[in-house]
């Protein structure tokens, strides 16, 4: 009884023990299927967060009517346009009234008129470019006034008043330009603080030139003005429009299909630039327009095509050349710019209204508003508000206000991945450049050169890294004594737990004026090096085995120690008699004059080597427990069967250890690609496209780290910066989803080994 009672106890609790095993089994399968699930999930969760912030900058704009205002003023439009805070219109007609009305109720608040002497008539006038809300009026007795409109806020009573009013930055009285009195026709101008400079014709057809120069009187601080005038030589007899560019630097005269480009800069030798034809087959040049910044000119068409026109070097200096052109549905209408940025708005003479971006090359909006019962045919004037987030249409007599939404049309894909020709380069290029002190900038938002700038630090890396780490992991694990083993690998691997920043921080410092000072010593212990360690292990294979036997089979790694260090401070040391020797003392400067080679000192060289440090222990260790891992059988029987130590090993147990080596060069790449702290300190940072090893780049994650902290929250370049670690992320999954699948298959070919 006591023997059964026994057994029983003993069947209960190995019961009881089997249970709690299942139950912890159970609990562990369930957490590590947990823990998978979340870290996919938020793999899943980076991705479309991603995606989220970058997908605005690829829809299109959106335009929504707002309100429509019956004009009081029934004569021709000068121009039209709103507040900053798109709260009040206003338009002002060619005989210098302005009329403004409120953006919300459509009432007239305000009716101006330019104050022009008793008996004198407007017998022409222009505007300036949109940022500066200008405009001057021709008299018929030689005189000129020039107006600003200006919107004045306070704040009475805690609440937000505009006050609109005609300002005259050049004083209330009339400016005299024809001491004749003749009227002032085809008027052109433009104004600064220190320059204004007009541009007329006179009755006799005669194109006169005035430049009045600000100087402040050092005793009475008074601005003294000195007026300079001159003629235009070569004018055309017949011009349908003149424009005077910001700068006051040039002149442009359209007569017909042909633009006549005059260098103003210097009134006492005003020169014809180029004569630019505009013409087309059977097809007439309606309007010339100044995009923001005045760096471009548009030239609209009859037919609806605008073509984009600026400078570029050539072999007759700076000439404008046709860009790029865009199509617009239906005849041409009206055309205005944006204040700031490189798009414009059309109008053509159906009602059809679009937004287009220059630099993108992307139609954003195109829209007949009919369907609303806004009729926007035949207009005669458009014009953008400051923000660019409100338009302003003229047509039929009413005044159109619309609600514009378009905050990202400098992007497209193009435009990141496509050359793109820029204002000023004489030539499409891939560049990054996001910011600027100009407003009239161009942003240039090319991921281009940043992909290309990580491919390259990474490349330069692994070449690098990976021989050093392979054949490292290859020879610890494979040749090397236990006893070292134990030493060498907990060392090499503790190399990763050091800081990036550390590695950066030296090679920036300290390596890249290494290298630039011992370059030719640099060149030469890529070379030397190899063959001596080739020399001492055919040196040693060739000593009798009495002189091998002195030293123990453990330690023979070590003769190789003070070889290396001689042969680092022997090249070291011969460095500068090879500079002298073959660089006529400088090395930099020969790559540089003789070889034509630009030589940053920060470049992928330093980068290589320092980034190699720390790729090497990532590669080193999955590699080397890789070909430590091969059973001991199968090498084994390869030297039972006669192969040769070698033998075996190239070809038992590397191919057995193939799909972890594959596995290592791959996560060594993912770590390359993704390395911020080293490129980011180590490199000049220079968004180029060139692979040679003297020069630097500008890494994916390099320019994230950078530019980040200063980006506006929403902007353009906020979230091309996400896009650039979007694309950082596809590149990491890219080499994984690539490692995984090529150590499957190699696992599959050698796992009958």
Not at 283 to 306: E, F, M, Q, T
Not at 319 to 328: A, L, S, T, V
Not at 394 to 421: G, I, R
Not at 546 to 552: D, F, I, S, T, Y
Request: hydrophobic share 45%; proline share 4%.
């Amino acid at each position: 009884m006591g023997n059964q009672s026994a057994l029983a106890t003993k069947n209960v609790l190995f019961a009881h023990g089997s249970t709690r095993r299942a139950i912890k089994d159970r609990l562990t399968q369930a957490s590590v299927t947990l823990g998978g699930t979340m870290v996919f999930v938020a793999l899943l969760l980076i991705f479309f967060y991603l995606l989220y912030v970058i997908k605005p900058i690829f829809d299109g704009a959106n335009v929504v009517p707002v309100i429509s205002v019956n004009e009081a003023d029934k004569t021709s439009a000068l121009m039209v346009g709103t507040d900053e805070q798109n709260q009040v219109l206003y338009r002002v007609s060619t005989q210098g009234r302005a009329d403004f009305y409120s953006a919300k109720t459509g009432q007239l608040i305000s009716e101006q008129q330019v104050s022009i002497p008793t008996g004198v008539s407007v017998v022409s006038s222009a505007v300036s470019v949109a940022s500066k809300q200008l405009f001057a009026l021709g008299l018929s007795n030689g005189q000129l006034m020039l107006v600003g409109v200006d919107f004045n806020v306070s704040y009475p009573n805690n609440k937000k008043t505009i006050t609109p009013q005609l300002s005259y930055p050049a004083g209330n009285l009339p400016l005299t330009l024809d001491a004749q009195g003749g009227g002032i026709a085809h008027l052109a101008f433009d104004f600064s603080d220190d320059k204004m400079s007009f541009v007329y014709q006179d009755g006799e057809g005669v194109w006169h030139l005035i430049r009045e120069e600000g100087e402040e009187n050092m005793m009475t601080e008074e601005v003294e003005w000195h007026s300079t005038q001159s003629i235009l030589p070569d004018a055309p007899v017949k011009v349908q429009q003149q424009l005077m560019l910001p700068d006051q630097k040039q002149l442009l005269l359209r007569s017909n299909n042909k633009l006549f480009v005059y260098n103003i800069s210097d009134l006492d030798a005003i020169s014809l630039m180029q004569v630019l034809e505009l013409g087309r087959a059977k097809v007439n040049v309606s309007r010339v327009s100044l995009l923001a910044g005045a760096s471009s000119i548009l030239v609209s068409y009859d037919d609806g095509l605008i073509q984009q026109y600026f400078q570029v070097n050539g072999a007759k200096g700076r000439q404008y050349q046709g860009i790029r052109d865009f199509n617009i549905e239906g005849q041409s209408g009206v055309i205005a710019s944006e204040f700031y940025r490189k798009g414009f708005a059309t109008v053509d003479k159906a009602g059809r209204l679009s937004l287009l971006y220059t630099t993108s090359q992307r139609q954003l909006f195109s829209k007949n508003f009919d369907a609303e019962n806004v009729d926007l045919s035949q207009p005669t004037a458009v014009g953008f508000s400051p923000r660019a987030n409100a338009l302003v249409v003229e047509s039929n007599h009413k005044l159109h206000l619309f609600s514009v939404k378009n905050d990202h049309p400098e992007v497209s894909w193009t435009a990141m991945w496509d050359k793109v020709w820029y204002e000023g380069y004489p030539e499409p290029k891939f560049l990054w450049q996001s910011t600027s002190g100009s407003d009239d900038f161009e942003a240039k938002l090319s991921l281009t050169p940043l992909a290309f700038g990580t491919l390259k630090a990474a490349l330069y890396a692994m070449l690098f890294a990976t021989p050093l780490a392979l054949a490292g992991a290859i020879y610890t694990a494979y040749f090397m004594s236990p006893k070292v083993r134990a030493i060498v690998k907990p060392t090499i691997e503790i190399m990763e737990a050091l800081p990036t920043v550390i590695l950066g921080f030296l090679a920036g410092l300290w390596l890249a004026p290494l290298i630039e000072d011992h370059l030719p010593g640099i060149l030469t212990l890529l070379i030397l090096m190899p063959l001596s360690i080739l020399s001492t292990a055919f040196a040693w294979y060739k000593l009798p085995v009495k002189w091998k036997q002195r030293l123990p089979d453990t330690y023979q790694e070590l003769l190789l120690l003070p070889v290396i260090c001689f042969i680092t401070w022997f090249s070291f040391a011969i460095s500068p008699a090879l500079e002298v020797l073959f660089f006529g003392g400088d090395t930099r400067l020969y790559i540089t004059d003789v070889l034509g080679i630009t030589f940053d000192q920060r470049n992928a060289l330093v980068v290589g080597i320092a980034m190699g440090f720390a790729v090497i222990p990532t590669i080193f260790s999955i590699a080397e427990d890789a070909v430590f891992s091969v059973p001991r059988h199968l090498s084994n029987g390869s030297l039972a069967l006669g192969a040769t130590t070698w033998q075996t090993l190239t070809r038992v147990v590397l191919l057995t250890a193939s799909p972890g080596i594959f596995s290592a060069v791959m996560m060594g790449l993912g770590r390359a690609v993704g390395e911020t702290m080293i490129v980011l300190m180590a490199t000049g940072n220079t968004a180029i496209m060139e692979w040679s090893v003297f020069q630097g780049m500008r890494t994916l994650a390099a320019n994230i780290a950078v530019e980040m902290p200063e980006s506006a929250i929403g902007s353009s370049h906020y979230r091309v910066l996400f896009l650039a670690a979007f694309v950082l992320f596809i590149f990491t999954f890219v080499f994984n989803t690539i490692a995984e699948v090529v150590r499957q298959r190699l696992r599959e070919r050698y796992s009958s080994l």
